[in-house]
DNA sequence: CGGACCGGTTCATTATTCAAACCAACGGTT
DNA sequence: AACCGTTGGTTTGAATAATGAACCGGTCCG
């Protein structure tokens, strides 16, 4: 493993609940030596991308990647697009909409999109790492990448969120199948309890799946009506997100939607 | 210089003008070896932090940038802070707002609002990196730094932006310290033509200075109850905004400011 | 006081990076 | 076609930087 590598690695174990590290836990973390991370932290601080906190001397992410994440998003604004299809898609359906996208193999939530019309909502996290086996973005996602990084994932253990979790390979890959045959997954408290929700996959210019766009509603609220029209605003959201990035959808893709 | 130094170095050559950068030419940028910049790349590419475009093999910043920009946010919401501030600001105003923090030596602005109040008004643009000479946010920033770092900035080449940009060390010094007295400084079109900007310094919990916020309206609009108006209302947010994020005023900063 | 942490530093050993030359491929000229 | 100047990417001993075990000086706790 290179010096850079190990360096942005570090980086890796912050997140939500943990958003400062010392050193001693993180050389701990990384399996790395104590002084390693000492000097790899001092360079990257000197650069912005982690800050110690004034107490306890422990580290955090620096004011780097405000700059540096604005710069991508002016060259590459998946985004802007994201957050204004998912505007309307919630306006649509007065349920929550969500847009994740694959980061090599973990699935990562950059933008959602609440509805007022109920008091009741699925709520999101900005930044969440999305499991592939239990929702319906990460089935969909899986059900259009190659078969090898299907195997890798399937490989690992599957963790049982709800009593609903499916966790039995070869079921998921039935479903993944569907998946494939109708271009939409479904999930049923499979992540949390309650919760129902439909995805369909993003594709690049390459017609390779890059994410997953979203609707999350409560079990209760999902009449067959409802779920009809939840159907029908993602498919023609989901198709026009994809061409607003730039995206084609592959050949065999079904294109049944309403215009 | 640091190889973790050296990977992050070519990030920094990223901007809102040149967005993706091939091999050779960031090789000729950052002045290091083609074979170096190669590895470095790559590194960084299997983490995320840059990837490369379909045509051409020029690399850009990568998606890694948002999730770890989201992170950042959740730990330390100054930009969520600045621009509730910021709103408030351009409404009691009527003028467009911006708050720029200090990274290192570079002054970078990270959040802005408008005022739907006029038609004309000053734009802005995220991730936009400030001189120190010839803008209200770099003089004030400027004014409450320590010396070693004022010498440094005064002693490089300082561009004549506009007929009316100060350009003399000396001059500049004596704004300087005009600025410490009456703790906000201006700015009448040195930085663009007609525009004339007040800006206040923005203070950490140790007191040192961490960036500003500013106000910039046209020349054309700035009678004297306007410019009255303005101060007022930049000296009240400034400070709010200074508390938000758990900064403290230095001691003998003038705070006269209506409660 | 003694022990167990912590963040940070030292220095001989070891691995990486450097420079320069070299490939193969592409797009224009002649 | 031949030539030219590019491009991204790769290879080579010689120079340089990274590494990790031990070490320092703190602070907290009993």
Redesign the interface.
Same mark, same amino acid.
């Given at each position: 493993m290179?010096?850079?590598?190990k360096?942005?690695?570090l980086?890796?174990f912050?997140?939500?609940s943990r958003?400062?590290i010392g050193l001693s836990e993180m050389a701990r973390l990384s399996g790395l030596n104590k002084a390693t991370v000492h000097?790899?932290l001092t360079?990257?601080q000197?650069?912005?991308?982690v800050e110690q906190t004034?107490a306890g001397r422990e580290y955090?992410?620096?004011?780097?990647?405000?700059?540096?994440?604005?710069?991508?998003? !002016? !060259?590459?604004p998946?985004?802007d697009l994201a957050q204004a299809v998912l505007a309307d898609l919630s306006q649509a359906t007065g349920e929550t909409a969500h847009v994740s996208?694959l980061?090599?193999d973990t699935l990562?939530t950059?933008a959602y999109a609440y509805s007022p019309q109920h008091g009741t909502r699925v709520t999101m996290e900005? !930044?969440e790492v999305l499991t592939f086996h239990n929702t319906s973005s990460g089935l969909a996602t899986l059900a259009f990448s190659e078969a090898g990084f299907v195997d890798e994932i399937l490989s690992r253990p599957l963790e049982k969120r709800t009593p609903h979790t499916e966790t039995d390979p070869g079921k998921i890959r039935a479903t993944l199948s569907d998946v494939r045959t109708s271009g939409m997954a479904q999930n049923i408290g499979g992540f949390e309890d309650d919760v129902h929700s439909h995805a369909m996959p993003l594709f690049d !210019?390459?017609s390779h799946v890059i994410g997953a766009i979203a609707v999350a509603a409560p079990t209760a609220r999902m009449s067959r009506n409802h779920q009809a029209l939840i159907q029908r605003e993602l498919r023609h959201h989901a198709l026009r997100l994809t061409r607003l990035m730039g995206g084609f959808l592959p050949d065999g893709f079904q294109r049944e939607e309403a215009a």
């Open positions: 290179g010096t850079v590598t360096a942005l690695s980086l890796s912050f997140n939500r958003s400062t000097r790899l360079e990257m000197a650069q912005g991308f004034g955090r992410l620096g004011p780097a990647f405000l700059r540096l994440a604005a710069l991508r998003e !002016a !060259a590459v998946t985004r996208m980061h090599g990562v950059v900005d !930044a !210019a390459q």
